[in-house]
C-alpha cells in the first residue's frame, strides 16, 4: 500500500472512531442496570465485542469504496459519515438523554442509513455492502431490542 492508501485508512479508522466514542462517553451505568430487559437481550459483554467488529467492517467498507471510486463516490461517502453521526446520537440519546423514545428514533433513521449505504455502495464494491450486513443485523437486533425496553418500561421511557 502507498501512503495515500495508508492516510485513507486512517481517516476512516479515525471517523468511525469518533463515532464510536459516543458509547464511552455515553454508558449504560445504573440507570440502565435498573431498567427490565427482554429475556433474549445479550449479555453486556456482548455489546463492545460486536461493536469492534462492526466499526471494523464499516472501516474497511467505507476505504474500500474510496479505493475502488476515489472521488465518484463521495455522495455516497457522504451518507456514510452522516450514518456514523446517526450512530453516535444513539448512545446520547438512549444513555445520556435517557429517552429511549428519541432513540428509537434514531436507531430507525440508522437502520434506513445503513441500508442507503449499502445500497450506494454496491456499484463500487459488492464486498463493502458484504461487510456492512452485519451492521444492519444489529442495528436490526438494537432496534427491537430499545423498542421492547420502551414497552418494559414505560413507567422510566
Given at each position: 500500500?502507498?501512503?495515500?492508501?495508508?492516510?485513507?485508512?486512517?481517516?476512516?479508522?479515525?471517523?468511525?472512531?469518533?463515532?464510536?466514542?459516543?458509547?464511552?462517553?455515553?454508558?449504560?451505568?445504573?440507570?440502565?442496570?435498573?431498567?427490565?430487559?427482554?429475556?433474549?437481550?445479550?449479555?453486556?459483554?456482548?455489546?463492545?465485542?460486536?461493536?469492534?467488529?462492526?466499526?471494523?467492517?464499516?472501516?474497511?467498507?467505507?476505504?474500500?469504496?474510496?479505493?475502488?471510486?476515489?472521488?465518484?463516490?463521495?455522495?455516497?461517502?457522504?451518507?456514510?459519515?452522516?450514518?456514523?453521526?446517526?450512530?453516535?446520537?444513539?448512545?446520547?440519546?438512549?444513555?445520556?438523554?435517557?429517552?429511549?423514545?428519541l432513540a428509537?428514533?434514531?436507531?430507525?433513521?440508522?437502520?434506513?442509513?445503513?441500508?442507503?449505504?449499502?445500497?450506494?455502495?454496491?456499484?463500487?464494491?459488492?464486498?463493502?455492502?458484504?461487510?456492512l450486513s452485519p451492521?444492519?443485523?444489529?442495528?436490526?437486533?438494537?432496534?427491537?431490542?430499545?423498542?421492547?425496553?420502551?414497552?418494559?418500561?414505560?413507567?422510566?421511557?
Open positions: 500500500m502507498d501512503s495515500s492508501a495508508w492516510i485513507s485508512l486512517g481517516v476512516f479508522v479515525a471517523l468511525n472512531f469518533a463515532a464510536a466514542a459516543s458509547g464511552g462517553a455515553f454508558r449504560p451505568g445504573a440507570w440502565y442496570a435498573a431498567l427490565e430487559k427482554p429475556s433474549w437481550t445479550p449479555p453486556n459483554w456482548a455489546f463492545p465485542v460486536v461493536w469492534l467488529a462492526i466499526f471494523t467492517f464499516n472501516i474497511f467498507a467505507g476505504w474500500l469504496v474510496w479505493q475502488a471510486a476515489g472521488s465518484a463516490a463521495l455522495p455516497a461517502l457522504g451518507v456514510y459519515a452522516a450514518s456514523l453521526v446517526v450512530n453516535a446520537a444513539w448512545s446520547w440519546l438512549f444513555f445520556g438523554r435517557r429517552r429511549m423514545d428509537l428514533i434514531d436507531v430507525v433513521a440508522l437502520w434506513l442509513s445503513i441500508a442507503a449505504v449499502m445500497a450506494m455502495f454496491a456499484p463500487f464494491s459488492l464486498l463493502s455492502t458484504a461487510l451492521y444492519v443485523l444489529w442495528v436490526t437486533i438494537a432496534g427491537f431490542l430499545n423498542f421492547r425496553m420502551i414497552q418494559l418500561n414505560r413507567a422510566t421511557a
